[in-house]
Nanobody, 115 residues
């Protein structure tokens, strides 16, 4: 069982930045894949960024060049740095962890980009 605790959402103006954090209840080094997904009202949940155990990273096309995913193994934390935010980035952002067995989700954190 892996528990995920997210933080860092909020309201920001277009062009601004936010930093999301996801802390795991188990050693992050044991998790094969971690990532961030988002779900906007009326839309399906979509992948934002993922990072593998060996550090391979993938981004959705819509966030490439603006978002950066990283992990701090000492703190068992995955971070999503979001820059140059746009109104279309507004969504609930979910942390996801996929160890060898199981697929776990955080509770979600709201990100709202609005002037």
């Amino acid at each position: 069982q892996v528990q995920l605790v997210e933080s860092g959402g909020g309201l920001v103006q277009p062009g601004g930045s936010l930093r999301l954090s996801c802390t795991t209840s188990t050693s992050i080094s044991t998790i094969n894949l971690m990532g961030w997904y988002r779900q906007a009202p009326g839309k399906q949940r979509e992948l934002v960024a993922v990072i593998t155990g060996i550090g391979t990273i993938s981004y959705a096309e819509s966030v490439k060049g603006r978002f950066t995913i990283s992990k701090d193994s000492a703190k068992n934390t995955v971070i999503l740095q979001m820059n140059r935010l746009k109104p279309e980035d507004t969504a609930v952002y979910y942390c996801n962890a996929r160890p060898a067995l199981g697929n776990y989700w955080g509770q979600g954190t709201q990100v709202t980009v609005s002037s």
